[in-house]
């Protein structure tokens, strides 16, 4: 398995832009699909957006499409969500996951087994 450290959460104001770093320990980082989840508070945990492993494609749920936008750094074994125009209910936990290597790119939660610790994001004026 590969740990997982998020890091860049924060109060933002509505409106402005935050962006998030995952950072990944242990070998053959680039072969996995990584992804972007969130909870508010007394919710479930959502799919935010995704990366595969090969090919820079990606997947952003409706919620945030036009809005956020998922990247990786093999090199630096990071992935990265730049969340911009951020509104009050893109508040929650970011959590960042791996999935299996070599994995299609998917958006379930189960297919992500490595997790980091969550970082609070929280948008209010």
């Known amino acids: 398995q590969v740990q997982l450290v998020e890091s860049g959460g924060g109060l933002v104001q509505p409106g402005g832009s935050l962006r998030l770093s995952c950072a990944a320990s242990?070998?053959?980082?680039?072969?996995?699909?990584m992804a972007w989840f969130r909870q508010a508070p007394g919710k479930e945990r959502e799919f935010a957006a995704s990366?595969?492993?090969?090919?820079?494609?990606?997947r952003c749920a409706d919620s945030v499409k036009g809005r956020f936008t998922v990247s990786r750094d093999n090199a630096k074994k990071t992935v990265y969500l730049q969340m911009n125009s951020l509104r009050p209910e893109d508040t929650a936990v970011y959590y960042c996951?791996?999935?299996?290597?070599?994995?299609?790119?998917?958006?379930?939660?189960?297919?992500?087994?490595?997790w980091g610790q969550g970082t609070q994001v929280t948008v209010s004026s």
């Open positions: 242990g070998r053959s980082f680039s072969s996995y699909p």
């Open positions: 990366i595969a492993w090969v090919g820079g494609i990606t």
């Open positions: 996951a791996a999935g299996r290597a070599f994995a299609a790119l998917t958006s379930t939660e189960s297919d992500f087994g490595s």
